[in-house]
């Protein structure tokens, strides 16, 4: 008993955080994954906030604060409401017969899929490959002082170095949100 | 002053005022008026009414029960919730006396027709409102004995009905003794014609006596 | 071998993003899609930045963020064009879509 | 040395710090710790450092979650009672000493009520709902600093991890409308959705103000800036100043909406769509959603206590013999009961109403506070501005001017009978 809390005692627990981001990792693929596959709309968009939240807490685990809850604020508050709102507000969106012959063809559809599940197999061979064989990624070790972005030092090159991409960004937002409104504003004619 | 958002301003005055005031307000009586039910209890109207009882005379239900099982309430009753059987000497004969009379409270509906229709003042209305039982069934079936109260229990819940129904049976007893003794007197009257008869002209001027 | 690690996430991540992309033909998830492609695009921003020799100067950071915002302003004139399109053709199937005038 | 003259040792270090209860919270936390060591020692281990932390983490998350569950459960019955002496009524007085069991009471309860499926609603996403919704709500106090030094999480973006957090609420809405597969459940879920969406904006803008003057996200630095006082004995809080007092109105405004509080309490407005997203709710999800809700708005009101009312400060020097965070839970019940007091007034909005009042006044306003906050920190020199009369004078001007201008312009009762659009009348 005694000699078995000594042997977990001396484990290289010191290394455990490091790892921890593994949890939110794989739990994220696991609920992209699950997206993909779901055939139920909300279903589908509920995992991908999963994946959502799991890729902020990641960002989070890999030091990068802000920036994990960003994420969290702009898509969990935010893009998820979106995406949520348009499939309430597109009702029967699970695609149906349609008038489109081609799409008909049962044949055509699982083409379609293979197609798309063979480009996107290579597109991850591609790139396994090459984070594998990269002799950068193989070497990279972690920085001497753990890599940190204090909130004071974002916000000043935010107004420093990337001032002009962030009045480009509150311009594309403005843009964005009037775009928006108008496209989706119900036409007077009908 | 007159601002916008002045109106909001005076309304949480307001509220203030009541809160603050429900507690330390010297009119405490008057404001909070929740009566406290278990331990007060509402004082009912004369005329409330909930289900019915058998009111009986004297301190024993038994002997002073006025109800004489004629069934006419039972008969009467729209939900038909009475259920009445006659009792029976040993010898078997019916007396007028009911030996099970049971009310179903969860069938009755308080029409108070069995009330209206009982020719012995024997049935009346209860005012009690807190009947519940742990069953559907049997605890909301009263029997005789639960359902015998005095006339004392009577007065008590309702006074001018009871007094009014007193004087009746009062009436109606003197009424009946009047009867009794005009009808004794007649019986006494016509055996005194009938012995003045027989005795001849000797007794024609003695005269019967009058009752009062 | 941690980065690598970080970079095979991302990578899945993206490859099931477009895979969302190519093989749903639901308008919506194909913006689903899109956005789980900028997210992994984002993990490697994120994670080249925890690696990178000089983690004070926080380029990648703000390549993170300003990601971020392009994503949201993305995802929410893409969703009025999908619920436009809807309004026009009762329907979101993407292969629906296949004429240029409204 | 064995264990119980370990357990006495401790125990009596424990009922030492009694003597200070300033910082008793923080002084528990590092006997704990110590007592820890001891007994690893004692086993023949050293603890590691992980191990300390996760355990002082454990009890630290149990001792905010009992505070803030008693907050809850007081406020419930508290809430009642002031709503009943509003309408000149007892409220609740029956179970236990003046009616404070009732939450025992109400917890029986709801647990012991069946708790109901419908058949159409989707089992899954119904059952995660009211996780989903307490979750992030028991999440939120542990951002906020309760005394000098106390805070659980000290992050440096605490505000917006704050904020970030309290986005999952609008999911979980949403998952409870959605799921429920009822037309009232999914039309609340959709009014609460929008409510939250559109008052959040006033409600960060507001909380950014304070974040511009302050200098920094983290809620303790925050809290920290306002202490000290000005003119010798005022306090130097924020809602002291009139950036910071309209500031704290518009966030006292997006926090009512935000735990869904009247006079905002549409979403659920009983009288037009039963329960809105809870009306497929019973039994102890109910009380789930119920006791999220609650927390939800007590961590809002602990964020409002500690941007605008000088967090765990004294209000005045004479009263800094009182714990800090005995002032902050003074705070925190003011400003809890000064919902009750609102919702005793005021009516239920109108959505259409409502929509118009956050993106009409509240807007704006926040943004014009956000103009008065600068004008005050560039006029007075940045800390200096609490002595100077440009700053006060500057930011008072543009607060009020704005909000008169505003506020007539909003509130104004157009006489809308005569040129009324009735839309299918023709």
Redesign the interface.
Same mark, same amino acid.
């Given at each position: 008993m005694?000699a078995l /809390?000594?042997k977990i +005692?001396a484990l290289p627990?010191?290394q @455990?955080?490091?790892?921890l981001?593994?949890i939110p990792?794989?739990l994220?693929?696991l609920a992209?994954?699950a997206?993909?596959c779901l055939r139920n @709309?909300? %279903?589908?968009?509920?995992c991908?906030?999963l994946?959502?939240i799991c890729?902020?807490v !990641?960002?989070m685990a890999?030091?990068?604060?802000?920036?994990g809850?960003?994420? !969290?604020?702009?898509?969990?508050?935010?893009? +998820?409401?979106?995406?949520?709102?348009?499939?309430?507000?597109?009702p029967a969106?699970?695609?149906q017969a349609?008038?489109?012959p081609?799409?008909n063809f049962r044949l055509s559809?699982a083409l %379609? &899929?293979a197609?798309?599940?063979a480009?996107? /197999?290579l597109?991850?061979a591609g790139?396994?490959a090459a984070?594998?064989f990269s002799p950068r990624?193989?070497n990279?070790?972690?920085?001497a002082?753990?890599?940190? &972005?204090?909130?004071?030092?974002?916000g000043e090159?935010?107004l420093t170095?990337?001032l002009l991409?962030l009045l480009g960004?509150a311009v !594309? !937002?403005t843009?964005?949100?009037v775009?928006?409104?108008l496209? +989706?504003k119900?036409?007077s004619k009908? | 002053m007159n601002f916008p958002g002045s109106g909001i301003i005076k309304g949480m005055a307001v509220t203030a005022l009541n809160i603050v005031g429900s507690y330390f307000d010297r009119a405490h009586a008057k404001r909070l008026i929740t009566e406290q039910y278990p331990e007060e209890r509402p004082k009912l109207a004369e005329a409330s009414r909930s289900f019915p009882f058998l009111v009986f005379d004297g301190d024993d239900p038994e002997k002073g029960i006025r109800c004489v099982a004629c069934k006419i309430c039972e008969k009467e009753c729209p939900p038909q919730c009475i259920y009445i059987v006659k009792d029976t000497d040993a010898n078997g004969k019916p007396i007028m006396r009911p030996k099970v009379f049971d009310i179903d409270i969860s069938v009755c509906m308080g029409c108070q027709i069995c009330v209206e229709s009982c020719p012995f003042e024997s049935i009346r209305m209860d005012n009690i409102y807190e009947v519940s039982g742990y069953d559907r069934f049997a605890p909301l079936v009263l029997h005789k004995p639960q359902l015998l109260k005095s006339n004392a229990y009577y007065h008590g819940i309702r006074p001018t009905e009871a007094a009014a129904t007193d004087a009746r049976i009062e009436a109606a007893r003197l009424r009946k003794e009047a009867a009794a003794k005009a009808a004794a007197a007649k019986v006494a009257a016509a055996k005194a014609a009938a012995a003045a008869k027989a005795a001849g002209e000797k007794a024609a001027e003695t005269k019967p006596t009058q009752p009062e | 071998m941690m980065l690598q690690i970080l970079l095979a996430i991302s990578a899945a991540l993206f490859a099931l993003g477009l895979l969302a992309a190519l093989t749903r033909r639901n308008a919506i998830m194909v913006l689903i899609g899109i956005e789980l492609m900028l997210g992994a695009g984002n993990l490697n921003f994120i994670s080249f930045w925890k690696f990178s020799a000089h983690p004070e100067t926080i380029t990648g950071v703000m390549f993170a963020i300003f990601s971020i915002a392009i994503a949201a302003a993305e995802a929410a004139v893409g969703l009025a064009i999908v619920i436009q399109v809807h309004r026009r053709l009762h329907s979101v199937d993407v292969n629906e879509a296949n004429q240029l005038k409204g | 040395m064995n264990f119980f003259a370990l357990l006495k040792d401790f125990l009596l270090q424990f009922l030492g710090l009694f003597k200070n209860l300033e910082t008793l919270p923080v002084e528990c936390m590092r006997l704990l710790r110590e007592f820890l060591t001891k007994l690893g020692e004692l086993c023949g281990i050293t603890m590691p450092q992980w191990a300390l932390d996760t355990v002082s983490a454990l009890v630290l998350i149990v001792a905010i979650l009992v505070t803030f569950l008693v907050l809850f459960a007081l406020m419930s019955v508290f809430e009642r009672k002031l709503l009943a002496r509003a309408q000149n009524r007892y409220g609740p007085n029956r179970v236990g000493p003046f009616g404070l069991f009732q939450p025992v009471a109400d917890g029986i309860k709801m647990l012991t009520k069946e708790d109901l499926v419908p058949r159409a609603a989707d089992k899954v996403v119904h059952y995660l709902a009211p996780i989903v919704m307490v979750a992030p709500a028991l999440m939120l106090p542990v951002f906020l600093p309760f005394g000098r030094g106390m805070v659980a999480v000290d992050l440096s973006v605490g505000i917006l991890a704050f904020f970030a957090l309290g986005a999952g609420t609008e999911l979980a809405v949403f998952m409870a409308g959605w799921a429920s597969n009822n037309k009232y459940s999914i039309l609340g879920a959709m009014r609460a959705i929008a409510q939250m969406i559109s008052y959040e904006l006033p409600l960060v803008t507001s909380a950014l103000v304070v974040a511009l003057v302050a200098g920094t996200l983290s809620p303790t630095g925050i809290a920290e800036a306002q202490s000290g006082y000005f003119c010798g004995f005022l306090p130097k809080w924020f809602v002291c100043t009139p950036w910071g007092f309209a500031a704290c109105v518009l966030f006292y405004i997006g926090a009512l909406s935000e735990s869904n509080r009247c006079p905002f309490d549409l979403p659920e407005g009983e009288s037009e769509i039963i329960a809105g997203h809870l009306t497929e709710y019973s039994g102890f999800k109910y009380a789930i959603f119920f006791m999220a809700e609650y927390v939800g708005m007590f961590a809002v009101n602990g964020l409002l206590v500690t941007l605008f009312l000088g967090g765990y400060n004294a209000p005045f020097p004479f009263l800094e013999w009182v714990p800090t965070w005995c002032w902050f839970f003074i705070k925190l019940w003011a400003v809890a009961l000064s919902m009750v007091w609102v919702r005793t007034t005021l009516p239920r909005f109108r959505i259409d109403q409502m929509m118009q009042f956050a993106w009409k006044f509240l807007l704006p306003m926040s943004f014009v506070t956000l103009l008065a906050a600068a004008a005050w920190y560039y006029a007075g020199q940045g800390p200096k501005a609490w002595m100077s009369p440009a700053a006060w004078s500057a930011s008072a001007l543009i607060v009020l001017l704005s909000y008169l201008l505003l506020g007539t312009f909003c509130f104004t009762r157009r006489h809308s009978a005569t040129n009324r659009r009735y839309l299918f009348s023709e």
């Open positions: 005694h /809390f000594q +005692a627990w010191d @455990l955080p490091q790892w981001f593994l990792g794989l994220m693929l992209a994954f997206a993909v @709309l909300i %279903h589908s968009a509920l991908v906030v994946s959502f890729l902020g !990641l960002f890999l030091g990068a604060e802000f920036v809850f960003v994420q !969290l604020l702009v898509y969990v508050g935010a893009v +998820a409401m979106l995406i949520l709102f348009a499939i309430l507000l597109t969106s699970e695609v349609s008038n489109n081609l799409s559809s %379609h &899929a197609a798309g599940a480009v996107s /197999f597109v991850l790139l396994l984070i594998a990624a193989a990279a070790e972690l920085p002082q753990p890599a940190a &972005a204090p909130v004071a030092l974002i090159n935010l170095y990337t991409p960004i !594309l !937002l843009a964005a949100l775009g928006a409104a496209i +989706a119900e036409d009908s | - | - | -």
